[in-house]
């Protein structure tokens, strides 16, 4: 096995150094705390924005990006329904009926 | 050392340098043009069952010497050619090679149709319905099941909850179940300091990139270290296929469903499965219901699922023949690569055989 360059093992020299630190950093409650705070200020930018634009495509009597999601996820449900019953009705007739 | 032989050391050494170079640009430019993808997922299958973004994979074999077959459950959360990465690096091809009838169960892409699934629609639909076609393929009454990572969670609840399942033997692959151990994105749900719902894309689902994101958190200086690996050993022609195979997958997540996120969020808060508070279909299950032949396998340095939340399986299992395998792997290495050709991939095999009939 031939050994390792030396900017390679500088390289890992650093990273066992570093690594604990960051994963300790990620772990860390503030760490929790900002990831959660800039999710939500995203998902608050996006809803305001996206409700913008829905009242002005409402306005001219058109559809919004938010009412077809909201459409597609409704026929998403209803296709669930549909496939779980088929799946129910399929596994009721493997099942061997009784005499 | 004579000082001739200590110059020639330096000359070999600088030319071989040279040539790992020349190697090294030529690699390079090959994968900057997209010209050295590896074929991954070759082995030779048919789809014999299908239903929503689901299928049902069988996997060609003219030699099946042992019986019942094996039904293998997926994650929920990234693509199964890990399972069949590279000819010659391929869980499933050393499967069958053993002799083994192999179907495999893939979930799809999830798009909106699927933002509403429940943990109930695998565990007591998609699931029975894929061990029904499969037993009724191979023409058998038992099956051996293996479910890997989160395939391994939904397999655990099926047996749960379906204590009357055809199983021969069941097999759980680096599967978490203290869910408080999972590390800082299932903390951060955990403690109710993130909620599902903001993480959830417009179909629904959440998106992959936020689950690609959250792995990248466990070990942040991870991505840089596989670059420089790379670097190191951009000249061979070996590793850098097998890098661009593995790799690839890595980031290569998929959403999950709005619905089981949701109902993952609650079993992480409660950690249910370690509690013993699971509940599915409105009934309570317990693992220690499962009395079938039980081998978990887990790994130390999986930073996906790490061992303090696979490591208390074994012990909530009710079989009286139950097994653990620990191997110093990560989460890939588990089933690519040498310590998965010498160690892991022999010890499922062994494990299956014991309790399966060899036909000669």
Known sequence: MTEKPQWRKSYDAVERAVAPQAEALVRSGQFATVTAAISGVRRAVGNGVNGVAARVWHLVNLPAGTD???LRVQIG???RDVRRLSLQLEQRQDQPREE | MTTESSSASVIDRVRREVERNALRARNGIRMAAGRSRPK?????KDVVWQRGRAELWHYRNDDVRVSPPLLIVFSLISRSYILDLQPGNSFVERLLAAGFD?????WGVPDERDAANQIED????YIPAAVERVRRIAGTEQINLLGYCFGGVLSLLYAAHHLDAPLRSLTALTTPVDLQQLGPPASLIGT????????????????????DQGFKALRPTAQLTQYVDLWERLWSDDYVAAHQAMIGWANDHIPLSGGVAKQFAKMIQDNAIVNDTLVVGGDRVSLSDITVPFLTVLANRDNIV?????APLINLIGSPDKHEVRLDAGHVG????????????PTIIEFLIQRSEIQE
């Not at chain 2, 192999?102 to 893939?106: A, C, F, G, H, N």
């Not at chain 2, 695998?122 to 639909?125: A, E, K, N, P």
């Not at chain 2, 790490?306 to 696979?310: N, T």
Request: charge should be negative; avoid cysteine.
């Open chain 1, 68 to 70: 077809l999601q909201r």
């Open chain 1, 77 to 79: 449900a209803l296709d």
């Open chain 2, 40 to 44: 991954i997922g070759t082995t030779p």
């Open chain 2, 102 to 106: 192999v179907y495999l169960l893939d």
């Open chain 2, 122 to 125: 695998y565990v007591d639909d």
């Open chain 2, 192 to 211: 109710g300091g993130l909620k599902v719902e903001t993480l959830l894309d417009a179909d629904g689902n959440v998106p992959p990139q936020i689950i």
């Open chain 2, 306 to 310: 790490p061992e303090a939340s696979a």
């Open chain 2, 334 to 345: 588990l089933l690519v690569g040498r310590t998965a050709a010498k160690t892991t991939i």
